[in-house]
């Protein structure tokens, strides 16, 4: 027999929570419960990824941003947009892997939209290794119709609800109504969330850097100093810090939630452009990470504060513990400062 601490399950919590949400009319604990369905259908299909050949490899696609698109990741897309459209609760959703914003006609007069990335680290999905769920849910700004594009184009700090589903040793759901962050886990023997990590709180320091190090040569000269400066003795800071990198945000974000880090995305040259993208995956954790303690930047101005100007926007992005975020955007500073002398 196992032993909980207390049997709060996804739902009682939502509801208990609901009249602290910022609208309290009841859509947006159906948007909640929607994709917490969705992602345990997702998570049913993860589960047994390697027994059927419908969830394997490649769906020979590509997304707008010319990214392969995994089988999991069209099917993960579907469930999502399903899930979403039947209940009526917003009147559309952005996906990474649409181009555009799909209205949703039929609920024209739904007060939000959502922004999704259905499946985050695809590449990790051949080889049994965590990947996750990203949304983030904003009230509309036009005020009936059908949705318009200002209405997921709206800065992070506008955002409602945002949350992330990780498909790891556990399944866990994770989420913020803008009062603290929750995580839940999936007991799959009864298919219900339970309240598992209340109230988490991201520690102000940790000892693990997460990045793509193998692009260490591609990177700015000001972040590969920062990274340096990670893997320089230094005993009273505890350095050097350990190296961890998953390649799917949601598991490396969620590793430094629960032990303090930082996960960085800097920009890479050629481009010289960051890969991770605004509305989906960097606004709702940066969401997550303030009010869990943390921050998020994009190496000058938090993420939250910038102005979307298109659906599948990228940028650089520093993302964790704030006191090791600060270190990251002062480094960054100091280099600027420098160059302009
Ligand atoms: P997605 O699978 O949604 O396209 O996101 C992948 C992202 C992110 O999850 C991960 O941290 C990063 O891409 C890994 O990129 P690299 O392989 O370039 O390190
Ligand atoms: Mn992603
Ligand atoms: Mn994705």
Same mark, same amino acid.
Request: aromatic share 10%; net charge negative; glycine share 8%.
């Given at each position: 027999?196992?032993?909980?601490?207390?049997? *709060?399950? &996804?739902?009682?919590? #939502?509801?208990? /929570? %609901?009249?602290?949400? !910022?609208?309290?009319?009841? +859509?947006?604990? @159906?948007?909640?419960?929607? *994709?917490? &369905?969705?992602?345990? #259908?997702?998570? /049913? %299909?993860?589960?047994? !990824?390697?027994?059927?050949? +419908?969830?394997? @490899?490649?769906?020979?696609?590509?997304?707008?941003?010319?990214?392969?698109?995994?089988?999991?990741?069209?099917? !993960?897309?579907?469930?999502?947009?399903?899930?979403?459209?039947?209940?009526?609760?917003?009147?559309?959703?952005?996906?990474?892997?649409?181009?555009?914003?799909?209205?949703?006609?039929?609920?024209?007069?739904?007060?939000?939209?959502?922004?999704?990335?259905?499946?985050?680290?695809?590449?990790?999905?051949?080889?049994?290794?965590?990947?996750?769920?990203?949304?983030?849910?904003?009230?509309?700004?036009?005020?009936?119709?059908?949705?318009?594009?200002?209405?997921?184009?709206?800065?992070?700090?506008?955002?409602?609800?945002?949350?992330?589903?990780?498909?790891?040793?556990?399944?866990?759901?994770?989420?913020?109504?803008?009062?603290?962050?929750?995580?839940?886990?999936?007991?799959?023997?009864?298919?219900?969330?339970?309240?598992?990590?209340?109230?988490?709180?991201?520690?102000?320091?940790?000892?693990?850097?997460?990045?793509?190090?193998?692009?260490?040569?591609?990177?700015?000269?000001?972040?590969?100093?920062?990274?340096?400066?990670?893997?320089?003795?230094?005993?009273?800071?505890?350095?050097?810090?350990?190296?961890?990198?998953?390649?799917?945000?949601?598991?490396?974000?969620?590793?430094?939630?629960?032990?303090?880090?930082?996960?960085?995305?800097?920009?890479?040259?050629?481009?010289?452009?960051?890969?991770?993208?605004?509305?989906?995956?960097?606004?709702?954790?940066?969401?997550?990470?303030?009010?869990?303690?943390?921050?998020?930047?994009?190496?000058?101005?938090?993420?939250?504060?910038?102005?979307?100007?298109?659906?599948?926007?990228?940028?650089?992005?520093?993302?964790?513990?704030?006191?090791?975020?600060?270190?990251?955007?002062?480094?960054?500073?100091?280099?600027?400062?420098?160059?302009?002398?």
């Amino acid at each position: 027999m196992n032993n909980y601490r207390k049997l *709060i399950t &996804l739902d009682e919590f #939502i509801f208990q /929570r %609901e009249k602290d949400f !910022a609208y309290s009319s009841g +859509e947006l604990s @159906g948007l909640l419960r929607d *994709i917490a &369905l969705a992602s345990k #259908i997702v998570n /049913r %299909e993860v589960n047994k !990824a390697g027994l059927v050949t +419908e969830i394997l @490899g490649s769906a020979g696609t590509h997304n707008s941003t010319g990214d392969d698109q995994k089988k999991l990741d069209v099917f !993960a897309n579907d469930q999502f947009l399903s899930a979403l459209k039947v209940s009526g609760e917003c009147c559309g959703i952005a996906s990474e892997e649409s181009e555009e914003y799909i209205p949703f006609t039929e609920h024209q007069n739904a007060k939000y939209v959502v922004n999704l990335d259905p499946l985050d680290g695809s590449s990790n999905i051949d080889v049994n290794v965590s990947i996750g769920t990203i949304f983030s849910i904003f009230r509309r700004v036009s005020l009936s119709g059908p949705c318009v594009a200002e209405d997921f184009l709206q800065k992070g700090t506008q955002q409602v609800a945002a949350g992330y589903v990780i498909y790891g040793s556990s399944t866990m759901m994770v989420f913020t109504t803008g009062n603290g962050v929750n995580g839940f886990t999936l007991d799959p023997s009864v298919g219900e969330f339970f309240l598992s990590h209340p109230d988490i709180r991201i520690p102000g320091k940790g000892k693990v850097y997460s990045v793509n190090q193998g692009n260490y040569i591609n990177f700015p000269e000001p972040i590969r100093r920062y990274i340096d400066w990670c893997t320089t003795e230094d005993k009273p800071t505890g350095r050097p810090y350990s190296f961890r990198y998953i390649g799917s945000m949601v598991a490396d974000f969620h590793r430094n939630m629960i032990q303090g880090g930082i996960y960085m995305y800097p920009p890479v040259a050629p481009s010289n452009k960051g890969k991770l993208r605004l509305l989906f995956e960097c606004n709702p954790l940066a969401f997550i990470a303030e009010q869990a303690g943390g921050k998020a930047s994009n190496g000058e101005i938090p993420v939250m504060e910038i102005e979307p100007t298109e659906l599948h926007q990228r940028l650089p992005v520093y993302i964790g513990s704030a006191e090791m975020v600060d270190k990251a955007e002062e480094m960054l500073r100091k280099s600027k400062m420098v160059e302009k002398v």
